[in-house]
């Protein structure tokens, strides 16, 4: 897509792994989302995990990127099948309810890669995905000087659950709290010109019951942290079904199509909550 200089963007922002990246398995006869007024911010190139010379799994990533911006789309992942995002129902919400002005369009900026946690040092300060997110999100902004960040949503923990099984729940606790915390805190300092809600989620029930103490320590840890900042909140995930449940595919981990759908309304719903919540201070 062309670009017109005049384009205003309200940019929200998505990362962490793979399900803020989009896991909810929708078939080609299953109509996908569209909005002309919702639009992605994506890296041209390709994210794998590979080994490197010492047996190890690496992330291979090229930074600085090269960004394309379109049309927000499910992701294509098989021949007749797609992968929703949440962005897909909070856009719809953000628009329907009158948050976007008549002269401005929503801007994804789809910084989440699935696999990916601070355990590897992927995300935190000073590590890949995290400075690759700025880039991405300076690139929105320096589109036009209007451009505002107006969200972000973080979905991820499911990688520093499992990584590490020896650690007791205080150690994981007082690990993924101090990050999460850290790269938080810098996301606010980096755009203090902007005031926008973060929101985070919580796991697949169908997954978490399955490792239930590390998956609290996690969640708790990302409970107290959106405390501690402030203008932040988790959403629930009670309720919401895996693609497992769903289709029967061995996959406990990700969220359904449906749930993802049902997951991107909640985030929202928290999103006009901390909206309101600051009015009333």
């Known amino acids: 897509m062309e670009l017109r200089s005049e384009m205003k963007f309200d940019i929200i922002i998505l990362a962490g792994q793979s399900n803020a990246e989009g896991h909810g398995i929708r078939t080609e006869s299953e109509k996908e989302i569209i909005n002309e007024r919702v639009y992605q911010l994506v890296d041209k190139n390709p994210i794998f995990f590979c080994g490197n010379e010492k047996g190890e799994t690496v992330l291979n ?16 992942t098989g021949d007749n099948e797609y992968r929703a995002d949440l ?44 400075n690759r997110l700025f880039e991405m999100t300076d690139y929105a902004l320096s589109l036009n000087k209007d451009n505002r960040i107006v969200a972000f949503l973080w979905h991820q923990g499911e990688h520093d659950v499992v990584e590490s099984p020896e650690m007791q729940f205080a150690e ?19 755009y203090a010109d902007f005031k926008f809600p973060i929101i985070a989620g919580e796991f697949v ?77």
């Not at 369009?105 to 990916?116: M, P, Q």
């Open 172 to 190: 994981r606790y007082e690990f993924y709290f101090n990050h999460f915390f850290t790269q938080m805190k810098a996301v606010r300092a980096r």
């Open 61 to 76: 990533i090229t930074i600085p990127t090269e960004m394309i911006i379109d049309i927000s789309r499910d992701r294509k």
């Open 87 to 130: 962005t897909k129902t909070f856009s719809e919400e953000y628009i329907k309810n009158g948050n976007l002005a008549k002269d401005r369009n929503l801007l994804i900026v789809k910084a989440a890669v699935g696999g990916t946690g601070f355990m590897l040092k992927q995300w935190g300060v000073g590590n890949t995905l995290s």
């Open 205 to 281: 029930n169908d997954w978490a019951d399955k490792h239930k103490e590390p998956c609290d320590a996690v969640e708790k840890a990302t409970r107290d942290v959106c405390l501690k900042i402030g203008d932040a909140a988790v959403v629930s995930s009670d309720g919401l079904l895996s693609n497992d449940q769903n289709i029967k595919n061995g996959d406990d981990i990700h969220f359904s199509v449906n749930s993802v759908y049902e997951l991107g309304k909640r985030y929202y719903a928290q999103f006009v909550n901390l909206l309101e919540e600051r009015r009333n201070k």
